[in-house]
Antibody, heavy 122, light 106 residues
């Protein structure tokens, strides 16, 4: 059974960089069939796609976050990582990683991690 | 950017009712539309992909339809475990989610 687990600091100071890791178990991150994505959800609000990465390192990002965002992959550890710089209180959210399937008619997220809450506060 | 608008924002239903949620895209997205269910404190769960394809393991009372700009998620006979928030998501141009529809018990 595929499992995804997010990890990282739960508290980040304004203007600093938010860093999270997603560890995939029960399957290989190097599968050619899938991308791997990050999605976030501010408390009490809706979902926002952050970006996705292929095992080769190819990335595509939400244009609204692109200038502050880096997503990377470490196939040896079966992990993807997220770095979001210059954070503000608006970046406070539950951050999810998910498997991103390219189904031929668009793509979708079929497996999700449990999510991790990151609060931006001094 | 493609905007996704769901209606209604919330609804109340009794067990056994037929429930319909609508999602409208600001431009045509062909059938690049997915539906998710989210319960409080949990990650979203994929229900429907490519507008009408039922994800493996999802009960057949869930169905999706539509193409272009207008889409519908239907629960044919809502069960107690279906009370949750539902989101549509387009993947035609980057990815955006609707604002969600909360389905509550009447």
């Amino acid at each position: 059974q595929l499992q995804l687990q997010e990890s990282g600091p739960g508290l980040v100071k304004p203007s600093e960089t938010l860093s999270l890791t997603c560890t995939v178990s029960g399957g290989s991150i190097s599968s050619s069939s899938y991308y791997w994505g990050w999605i976030r959800q501010p408390p009490g609000k809706g979902l926002e796609w952050i970006g996705s990465i292929y095992y080769s390192g190819y990335t595509y990002y939400n244009p609204s976050l692109k200038s502050r965002l880096t997503i990377s992959v470490d196939t040896s550890k079966n992990q993807i990582s997220l770095k979001l710089s210059s954070v503000t209180a608006a970046d406070t959210a539950v951050y999810y990683c998910a498997r991103n399937v390219d189904g031929g008619f668009g793509d979708y997220f079929d497996y999700w991690g449990q999510g991790t809450l990151v609060t931006v506060s001094s | 950017d493609i905007q996704m608008t769901q209606s209604p924002s919330s609804l109340s239903a009794s067990v056994g009712d037929r429930v319909t949620i609508t999602c409208r895209a600001s431009q045509s997205i062909r059938n690049y539309l997915n539906w998710y269910q989210q319960k409080p404190g949990k990650a979203p769960k994929l229900l429907i992909y490519a507008a009408s394809s039922l994800q493996s393991g999802v009960p057949s009372r869930f169905s999706g339809s539509g193409s272009g700009t207008d889409f519908t998620l239907t629960i044919s006979s809502v069960q107690r475990e279906d009370f949750a928030t539902y989101y549509c998501q387009q993947s035609y141009n980057t990815k955006t989610f609707g604002q969600g529809t909360k389905v509550e018990i009447k």
